[in-house]
Nanobody, 111 residues
Framework: QVQLVESGGGLAQAGGSLRLSCAVN????????RGWYRQIPGKNREMVAT???????NYADSVAGRFTISRDLRGNTFDLQMDNLKVEDTAVYYC?????WGQGTQVTVSS
């Protein structure tokens, strides 16, 4: 059973914007932390942004001030708004909720 489904990836130009969304299966309960991670081939997966049940957010230094994580009040979806994109933001982005992971969505930023 698919627990998390991502959408919104794609191609953008440097300086542009993309918005990623993650739909959470309602059967998943007691989620304390939701987040977005990214991975470049040959490198470890890295944290991009997280948000707790109380709304506390945390961002990687490389995206702070450019990306914004948010969630709906019921927690069934959460998003990553990515502004002022850079070429180095190119990666596969994964959403995470508790111990569950999405399948990943490609984000490609061209110069």
């Amino acid at each position: 059973q698919v627990q998390l489904v991502e959408s919104g990836g794609g191609l953008a130009q440097a300086g542009g914007s993309l918005r990623l969304s993650c739909a959470v299966n309602p059967s998943i309960i007691n989620i304390y932390v939701r987040g977005w991670y990214r991975q470049i081939p040959g490198k470890n997966r890295e944290m991009v942004a997280t948000i707790t049940e109380s709304g506390t957010t945390n961002y990687a230094d490389s995206v702070a001030g450019r990306f914004t994580i948010s969630r709906d009040l019921r927690g069934n979806t959460f998003d990553l708004q990515m502004d002022n994109l850079k070429v180095e933001d190119t990666a596969v982005y994964y959403c995470m909720a508790g111990t569950n992971w999405g399948q990943g969505t490609q984000v490609t930023v061209s110069s």
